[in-house]
Structures are given as C-alpha cells and as structure tokens.
C-alpha cells in the first residue's frame, strides 16, 4: 500500500516485508541469509539497516507495527506522508491481510 506514495514498485516493498524478518524465522544474521539471495543491491541495504527509500519505508511499517507513534512521525515526515494517508494505508494493509488469510469457505472480512 505504501509503494505508490513513494513512487516505488509494489513488488519490491512486498518481497521487503516478506524478507524483513527472514533472520528470525531461520534464526541467522541476515547478512549470511543475503549472501545466498540474488536480490538487488538496495534491497540488501533496506534489510540490514540502511538509510534510504526502502529501508525507511520498512523502518516506518516496523514502527507502527511497535505503535512508536514518535518514530512513526519522525519517519513519515521526510517520505511526505501525511499522517492520515499513512493510518489509510495501514488501516489498509490490515484488512487485506485478514482476507488474504480467510479460507475461501469463510467468505471475507468486510471491514476491519
């Protein structure tokens, strides 16, 4: 959802938080995990800690995933982001995840 406002590719940012917490899930340092992927250069820099577009995109969705308003604020300031676009888009990730996980027996979830 936050791609467009960032004028970034959507897939990109999806692959980005499927990655982003890679390292927990095989409990290995993510700079070993990388050195076996063929991503591009600054995807790896967004995943290990990186300034730049993707890596403060990541770090923004991190912070309201923590509810660390002021971290939020901080981040979303120098992306352009308006408070409310960024809550819209949350709000929005939100619900597509819910539906995305429904089985298809279940129907949908019509609001979150």
């Known amino acids: 959802m936050l791609a467009p406002a960032l004028s970034q ?12 917490l ?4 095989l409990e290995t340092p993510m700079q070993r ?17 990186h300034p730049g ?9 991190r912070s309201l995933e923590a509810c660390d308003w002021g971290r939020c604020e901080m981040l979303r300031t120098p992306l352009g ?3 409310s676009a960024v809550a819209a888009m949350y709000i ?12 298809q027996s279940e129907g949908r979830v019509a609001s979150l």
Request: glycine share 6%; hydrophobic share 50%; aromatic share 4%.
């Open 92 to 103: 929005e990730s939100l619900r597509w995840a819910a539906n995305a996980l429904q089985p």
């Open 22 to 25: 890679l390292d927990a899930l």
């Open 9 to 20: 590719q959507p897939q990109q940012l999806y692959l980005l938080g499927m990655l982003s």
């Open 53 to 61: 577009p993707l890596g403060s995109a990541l770090e923004l969705v």
């Open 33 to 49: 995990i990388l050195k076996t992927l063929p991503l591009h250069c600054d995807l790896k820099a967004a995943l290990t800690g």
């Open 81 to 83: 982001l308006a408070e």
